[in-house]
């Protein structure tokens, strides 16, 4: 089965996993991959320029109505809630969830709603339970699920709390997770 969006939720220590991450992660990749990092309502755009100097892959920050792309990574702007339709991104400046706008679960949730089996959902490092209860609805929906080895996290109770929601993820160190999405079957390689 081809997947079609990878999505990542992180806190506590993003940065660092996330660059790890990202590295790992060719530069021809099939599928579009959607970031949400908890930061402060007043981050400023640095992230996203940060992770590209990691990577050939092309980093944004999203914006609303923007197209998915394969090998595009999008990050979620501060402040804003980033959901995922079929085939595009909007943004939400509804109530925070579990105090975090962006949240990891409404991100999920409406991956896992748009995109059903054909999502990957990965929890990184974090200090709350965050995405938690998005990754299960990844996984109901039949979808794949990656949780950071909770012991090579810099926080783990957002990865614990994952495992406790999903115990069927596979639990991989960061570099693990990255050669997985790789090897995954995308829609691009299926086309071609």
């Known amino acids: 089965m081809a997947y079609e969006i ?3 939720g992180t806190s506590w220590g993003g940065l660092t996993a996330l660059r790890e991450l990202i590295t790992g992660l060719p530069g021809a990749l099939g599928v579009p991959v959607v970031v949400v990092q908890h930061r402060h309502r007043q981050s400023n755009h640095v992230m996203a320029t940060l992770l590209q100097d990691e990577t050939p892959l092309c980093v944004c920050e999203a ?3 923007a197209p998915l ?11 804003y809630h980033l959901l995922v339709e079929r085939g595009f991104l909007s943004l939400s400046t509804d109530e925070p969830v579990r105090f975090s706008r962006p949240s990891i679960d409404v991100t999920f949730r409406s991956a896992a709603d748009a995109y059903g089996a054909h999502t990957v959902g990965v929890i990184l490092t974090g200090a ?3 995405g938690a209860e998005g990754l299960r609805r990844i996984v109901d929906r039949g979808g ?3 949780v950071q080895l909770p ?12 495992l406790d ?8 160190t960061i570099e693990e997770i990255a050669r997985a999405i790789a090897e995954l ?6 086309a071609s």
């Open 185 to 190: 079957p995308s829609p691009v390689e299926r």
């Open 165 to 172: 929601a999903v115990p069927q993820a596979r639990v991989l």
């Open 6 to 8: 990878v999505v990542v």
């Open 69 to 79: 792309e394969a090998g595009n990574v999008y990050v979620a702007p501060a402040d």
């Open 63 to 65: 914006e609303d109505k």
């Open 128 to 130: 709350n339970a965050d």
């Open 144 to 146: 794949l699920a990656f």
């Open 151 to 162: 012991a090579t996290a810099e926080s783990p109770a957002m990865p614990a709390a994952a």
